[in-house]
């Protein structure tokens, strides 16, 4: 019965990091353009391919889950996240930093849906719904209010980049408990 709440607790960490990712683009806008030096025409996209990354998979991860697995499926959703992360922390180009926005919304993309789907199967009646308060609460609350605070902060006083390393701990947690 333990391991449905830790399952619970890994798809909450995701989340919550995809959010925050979603945000922090947002919040460190004019850092973002201003430290790679970005024409207005291009700035918009560094938050659009992510989205269009996301959306792109988001119809078609349960298929596949159901295919090749959840699990397996869920932790390449989170390794893809990862690597886009490192891709954004290392940017130095425009082109990187979509390319890799790109790829992060990729992996998130599968994340949201088969989160959902897993918690779904792992969880009934009044647990499934006590559950699903967590998992909205927690996740999507959380990722959006820490997207919302953490990165203007290092925005402020650090350069932007380090406002995405916080989330490769937590992609290599939830990747440590899926193995």
């Known amino acids: 019965p333990g391991r449905r ?3 619970l607790v890994n798809i909450i960490i995701i989340t919550a990091a995809v959010l925050y990712s979603s945000f922090a683009t947002v919040i460190l806008y004019d850092n973002i353009v201003g ?4 024409d207005g ?3 918009p996209w560094i938050t659009i391919v992510y989205l269009l990354g996301m ?5 078609v991860a349960n298929r596949l889950a159901d295919r090749n ?4 499926l869920f932790f390449i959703g989170t390794l893809l996240f990862s690597i886009g992360t490192l891709g954004v922390i290392t940017a130095k180009s425009f082109f990187w930093l979509a390319l890799s926005r790109f790829v992060e919304g990729v992996g998130g993309g599968v994340i949201f849906p088969l989160g959902l789907a897993v ?7 009044n647990a499934l719904v006590v559950a699903m308060n967590l998992y909205l609460g927690i996740s999507f609350g959380g990722g959006i ?7 203007g902060y290092i925005g402020e006083y650090l350069r932007w980049h380090y406002a995405f ?6 992609s290599l947690l939830v990747m440590l408990i899926c193995v």
């Not at 430290?35 to 970005?38: Q, V």
Request: some cysteine; aromatic content about 10%; hydrophobic content about 55%.
């Open 145 to 151: 209010t820490l997207g919302a605070i953490i990165p």
């Open 119 to 125: 918690i779904v199967k792992e969880f009934s009646g």
């Open 41 to 43: 025409a291009f700035a």
């Open 55 to 59: 959306n792109t998979v988001v119809p």
């Open 69 to 72: 697995g959840y699990k397996k």
């Open 5 to 7: 709440w830790l399952v």
């Open 35 to 38: 430290g790679l030096g970005l």
């Open 165 to 170: 390393l916080l989330l490769l701990p937590c």
